[in-house]
């Protein structure tokens, strides 16, 4: 019987680790428009999110937003949004990429006041999405179709 990493690479798949945190996020390192970061993993959010001290960092031409984020305890907060972003996540790679772009502090203040390190955003559903991923909880790995 063929394991699960066999079958999904048989299918044009790449695997990438997850890291578990000691919040229990799987934390996973991403490459947007050349420069390496760490985001947490969230099936839950919708968009893909860089904190507003990334736009330098992450090369991103910030545009205002009328858009309002939710989530994480914190609601009705200001965004701004980047487009046309390459994301790379191990072999996987998308050069259309829009970023919600917002304060993460109350994010990283959590993971801080939990012994786990900053991030410097969130990898969202809308990437998820883009590569049909699965995510193999058990072995932590997250799956994307090249």
């Not at 990429?97 to 939990?114: E, P, Q």
Request: a positive charge; aromatic letters at 8%.
């Amino acid at each position: 019987m063929e394991t699960l990493k066999e079958f999904l690479e048989e299918k044009g798949y790449t695997k990438i680790k997850l890291k578990l945190t000691k919040t229990n996020h799987f934390e996973i390192k991403a490459t947007i428009n050349n420069v390496k970061g760490s985001f947490i993993l969230d099936t839950g959010a919708s968009s893909s999110c860089v904190g507003f001290e990334g736009i330098e960092t992450f090369k991103l031409n910030a545009e205002d937003s009328l858009i309002k984020a939710a989530g994480a305890g914190a609601i009705d907060m200001d965004t701004k949004t980047a487009k046309k972003n390459n994301v790379k996540i191990g072999k996987w790679t998308n050069n259309k990429v829009v970023l919600v772009l917002f304060n993460l502090t109350h994010v990283n203040t959590a993971l801080i006041n939990h012994n786990s390190k900053p991030v410097d955003g969130i990898i969202g559903a809308d990437i998820l999405k883009k590569g049909k991923a699965i995510i193999d909880y058990e072995k932590k790995y997250l799956y994307l179709k090249l």
